[in-house]
C-alpha cells in the first residue's frame, strides 16, 4: 500500500476545519489506495463542512462499512450533512443499505424519513412497500413527495388507486404533481379518469405533468381532453399537451395545433411543427409552408421535415 504523505495525514488532524475540509478533497487525488479507513473518521468531525466532505468522498466506496456509516449520517444535526448523505445514499444503490434506511423510516424528524425514501426509491425493495403506503398521510409534504416516488418505482398495481386518489386530492400541488408522474409507470387503463382530472388541476404544473404522462401512456381515449389543454392559460401545458397529440397521431388535434403553429412562444410552434410531422395529415401542409417563413430557425427547420413526413405518409 502506499503511504499516504506526512502533509495530508498532518492536514486531516488540523485544528483548522478549512485545513482538514480541504484535506478531505484531496484524498481522493492523492496516491492512497484506500482512503476509506481515512475519511470515516471525518464523519465525525466537529465541523460540519468537514462531515460534509467526508460524506461525498464515500460516494462511490461499496464496502458494507461505508453503508453502515453513512445512514446514521441522515442523523446528523447539520442540513447540509444530511442531504449530501442522503445524495450519496441514493447514488449508491446498494441493497445492503436497505435495512439501516427501513430504520429511519421511524425518525420522529421529517426531514430524515425524507431523505431515507428518497435513498430507498432506486432501491426497489419490497420491505419498502408497506411504510412507503403509510406515507402517503404523512402530515409533511416532503415526506409524501418521496414516498409517491417509491410507490411509483416499485409499479405495484395495489398502490395504484392510492396514487389516483393523492394525485386529486393531496392539498400540496408538488405531491399531486409526482403522483400524477408515479400513475404513469403502469400501463393499465384505469388511471386514465385520474389522468384526464388532472388535466383540470388548479396547478399549472400538474396540468403539465397529466399532459406529459397521457402521451406517455399513448391513452388515445384522453385525446379530446388533450386538445382542450391546447386551450391552457400555461403554454408550457399547451407544449406538452400538442407533444402528447403528435404521439398519438391525433388528427383530432390538427386545428388546435395548427393554431398553436403561429404563436408568439418559440417553443410551442415547434412542438407543434413536430406533431404536425408526426400527425402527418395533409391538411396541415397550408400551415406548414407558412411557417417556412417563421423568424425561429428551428422552427423552419422542424416545418420542412413535417412537410417531408406528410409527403412520405401520402406514398
Given amino acids: 500500500m502506499t503511504i499516504i504523505s506526512t502533509s495530508i495525514a498532518e492536514r486531516l488532524v488540523s485544528e483548522d476545519a478549512e485545513v482538514r475540509r480541504l ?35 464515500l460516494e462511490g466506496f461499496e464496502e458494507p462499512q461505508v453503508v453502515a456509516a453513512l445512514a446514521p449520517m441522515l442523523l446528523d444535526t447539520d442540513p447540509g450533512v444530511r442531504e ?51 406515507a402517503l398521510s404523512d402530515p409533511d409534504p416532503g415526506v409524501r413527495r418521496e414516498a409517491v416516488g417509491v410507490l411509483g418505482y416499485l409499479r405495484r ?12 386530492h393531496d392539498p400540496d400541488p408538488d405531491v399531486r404533481r409526482i403522483a400524477v408522474g408515479a400513475l404513469g409507470y403502469t ?15 388548479s396547478a399549472w404544473m400538474v396540468r403539465d405533468e397529466a399532459a406529459q404522462t397521457i402521451g406517455k401512456l399513448r391513452m388515445g381515449p384522453a385525446i379530446p381532453d388533450l386538445v ?44 407543434a411543427a413536430i406533431a404536425l410531422g408526426e400527425v402527418a395529415d395533409p391538411r396541415a401542409i397550408p400551415a406548414l409552408e407558412k411557417a417556412l417563413d417563421d423568424a425561429d430557425p428551428d422552427v423552419r427547420k422542424l416545418s420542412r421535415l413535417a412537410l417531408t413526413a406528410i409527403g412520405l405518409a401520402q406514398k
Avoid at 481515512?38 to 468537514?50: G, I, T
Avoid at 425518525?107 to 431523505?115: K, Y
Avoid at 425514501?117 to 408497506?130: D, G, M, Q, S
Avoid at 398495481?157 to 389516483?164: D, T, Y
Wanted: net charge negative; hydrophobic share 55%; glycine share 4%.
Fill in 157 to 168: 398495481s395495489e398502490a395504484i388507486g392510492h396514487l389516483a386518489e393523492v394525485a386529486a
Fill in 84 to 134: 449530501a448523505a442522503g445524495l450519496v445514499l441514493a447514488e449508491m444503490k446498494l441493497s445492503e443499505s436497505a435495512g439501516p434506511l427501513l430504520a429511519l423510516l421511524t425518525e420522529a424528524e421529517a426531514e430524515v424519513r425524507m431523505l431515507a425514501f428518497r435513498a430507498l426509491r432506486a432501491l426497489r425493495v419490497a420491505e419498502v412497500f408497506a411504510p412507503a403506503m403509510a
Fill in 228 to 271: 382542450r389543454a391546447m386551450q391552457d392559460e400555461y403554454w408550457q401545458v399547451r407544449v406538452k399537451a400538442a407533444r402528447s397529440l403528435g404521439l398519438l397521431k391525433a388528427a383530432a388535434g390538427l386545428p388546435a395545433l395548427v393554431e398553436a403553429l403561429a404563436h408568439p412562444i418559440g417553443n410551442l410552434r415547434k412542438e
Fill in 23 to 57: 484535506a478531505v478533497i484531496d484524498l481522493p487525488y492523492s496516491d492512497e489506495d484506500d482512503i476509506v479507513p481515512l475519511v470515516l473518521p471525518r464523519l465525525a468531525d466537529s465541523d460540519a463542512n468537514v462531515r460534509t466532505e467526508a460524506v461525498r468522498a
Fill in 187 to 201: 400501463t393499465e387503463i384505469s388511471v386514465l379518469p385520474a389522468l384526464t382530472r388532472a388535466l383540470g388541476d
